[in-house]
């Protein structure tokens, strides 16, 4: 028997499995089950390797028929060897896994705990007014699948408002809690030493605008290679990711507007793991998260703006789904697909050190007192520790 087993899409990388690494060290036994293999886009990948410290990891390959109907081949055989008291899924609660997790719960005396991302508030009489037949018929989906695993969910962790707000009204109203996606301190922290090597490593000698994020229309990154067109009149340079796992229309998209409008010189791009991304942030001054909202798609936190204030740069981000409550006072928040807005922020930015600086401080605080890895442990521990046992609880809260 173990106490937590963990069943997680996201763990498949293995950055993700910090926060198993920190609850494990608290004294619980924990396991993780990840897929063997998945599929992004036309690519195939493999799960990462174990790193030191992880938890037992059990790879098992992964039936993806949908979004919302993924099937572990070997799952239920191995909560039958496991009998864990804990099953904590990290993904989608209206899902057929849910449902088939919940189940098992209920008949072996166990408890299904959900961690989700969802924030999209969608009504299904406007969806069907408007003509939206496929949004419709998937809210009918998200309905049954709910309706169906919910009595079997102990407790659900939302990473935003508009999350809370879904799943209350959804009947969870009673067992939904507000959870950050804690980044780690020991590796995004303000760093003079670093962040001098690497400007120096890069050819940065002016004030620098960074991008940090996945090359996609929604993140809004032609909105700001639009506005820093409007800018090019002030020093600066822009550090952006070398779209190695972008090949594209958008990405062509991109190059063109940058290559048109004669930015080429002034760009900077690279290549960097996770572990290796604090450098970069560190080498920035401003770091934009232009993010735009569709009706399929909104900010569901915004882990590289956390991370960015974690090491005091000055965040610019739009207003799209949870940036907003996330950032708070830690950064400037501007409204969405607004060029000029951008454009304005990104000015006083450039030509005001004070101001980088003054916000930069207010977002590592922030950070670190908010948006650790440590409060996503301390949140899951108290719920966790409750569940297990009233002795425990005091031990490890």
């Known amino acids: 028997m173990v106490d937590i087993l963990v069943i997680s899409h996201s763990c498949f990388v293995s950055v993700n499995r910090l926060i198993y690494k920190k609850l ?16 992004f886009g036309n690519c195939v990948k493999t799960s990462e390797a174990d790193s030191p410290g992880d938890p037992k990891i059990h790879r098992l390959p992964l039936l993806e028929l949908h979004g919302r109907f993924r099937i572990y081949k070997g799952l239920l055989k191995l909560l039958n060897l496991l009998r864990p008291r804990i099953v904590f899924m990290d993904n989608d609660h209206a899902s057929l896994l849910a449902w088939t997790l919940g189940d098992w719960a209920r008949f072996h005396n166990s408890t299904l705990i959900v961690q989700t991302n969802d924030n999209l508030i969608k009504n299904l009489w406007t969806e069907i007014s408007q003509r939206r037949i496929t949004s419709a018929l998937g809210i009918l989906v998200i309905k049954l699948l709910s309706d169906l695993g919910k009595s079997n969910i102990r407790h659900i962790f939302a990473i935003n408002s ?31 030493q670093t962040r001098l090597a690497t400007r120096e490593q890069l050819g940065l000698s002016k004030i620098t605008i960074a991008y940090f994020g996945r090359i996609i229309p929604e993140k809004g990154l032609h909105l700001l ?6 800018l090019k009149h002030l020093e600066w340079q822009f550090l952006l990711d070398n779209f190695k796992a972008y090949d594209d229309s958008y990405y062509e998209q991109l190059k ?121 442990r301390d949140l899951m521990a108290q719920l966790f520790s409750q569940i297990l046992s009233p002795s425990m609880s005091n031990e490890l809260t």
């Not at 290679?225 to 409007?230: A, N, P």
């Not at 909104?298 to 882990?303: A, I, P, T, V």
Request: proline content about 5%; hydrophobic content about 45%; aromatic content about 6%.
């Open 24 to 39: 494990a060290a608290l004294g619980w036994s924990v396991e993780i089950v990840i897929p063997k293999q998945m599929n």
């Open 162 to 192: 508009d999350g809370v707000k879904l799943l209350s009204n959804m009947g969870y109203a009673e067992r939904v809690s507000l959870i950050p996606l804690g980044y780690d301190p020991n590796l995004f922290y303000s760093d003079d």
């Open 225 to 230: 290679i639009q506005s820093l067109v409007q």
């Open 256 to 376: 063109i507007l940058i290559r048109e409008n004669n930015l080429e010189s002034r760009v900077v791009q690279f290549d960097a793991s996770h572990k290796e991304m604090p450098a970069y942030i560190n080498a920035a001054d401003i770091v934009v998260v232009p993010s735009l909202s569709t009706p399929n798609f909104k900010e569901q936190y915004g882990r590289v703006a956390v991370e960015a204030m974690a090491c005091g740069r000055l965040v610019i981000a739009s207003n799209s789904g949870a940036l907003p409550e996330v950032i708070g006072d830690g950064g400037v928040i501007i409204p969405e697909n607004n060029q000029s807005s951008l454009v304005n922020a990104l000015s006083k930015a450039l030509q005001d050190v004070e101001f980088r600086q003054n916000i930069g401080n207010l977002a590592a605080k922030r950070a670190i007192n908010h948006l650790s890895i440590h409060r996503q």
